[in-house]
Nanobody, 116 residues
Framework: QVQLVESGGGLVQAGGSLRLSCAAS????????MAWYRQAPGKQRELVAD???????NYLDSVKGRFTISKDNAKNTVYLQMNSLEPEDTAVYYC??????????WGQGTQVTVSS
């Protein structure tokens, strides 16, 4: 069973930066997309950013220009660089990997807290 291990969350002041990482416990073949979601207390989980098989990216409007998603295919790892963090970015962040065959893997979540 593949596990996704996230790291990099924590407490940061507004305007600060964090870099999240998500690594698969073993090689995953035919990855179609990798993504980061977040869920704030009392809110639904939302897609923050995703990156396709050939590198195309999409971002939630509120994070455009501040967050950057990237990946290392050889390491089955996806990253989320978060700059100019705002208190509204406070949430549990989850990574997600989807294969071409439709298999879906989720990380356990990492807490990001931005203080004002």
């Amino acid at each position: 069973q593949v596990q996704l291990v996230e790291s990099g969350g924590g407490l940061v002041q507004a305007g600060g930066s964090l870099r999240l990482s998500c690594a698969a416990s073993r090689s995953i073949s035919s990855i179609n997309s990798m993504a980061w979601y977040r869920q704030a207390p009392g809110k639904q989980r939302e897609l923050v950013a995703d990156i396709g098989r050939y590198g195309s990216t999409n971002y939630l409007d509120s994070v455009k220009g501040r967050f950057t998603i990237s990946k290392d295919n050889a390491k089955n790892t996806v990253y989320l660089q978060m700059n100019s963090l705002e208190p509204e970015d406070t949430a549990v962040y989850y990574c997600n990997i989807r294969t071409v065959m439709g298999n879906l893997y989720w990380g356990q979540g990492t807490q990001v807290t931005v203080s004002s």
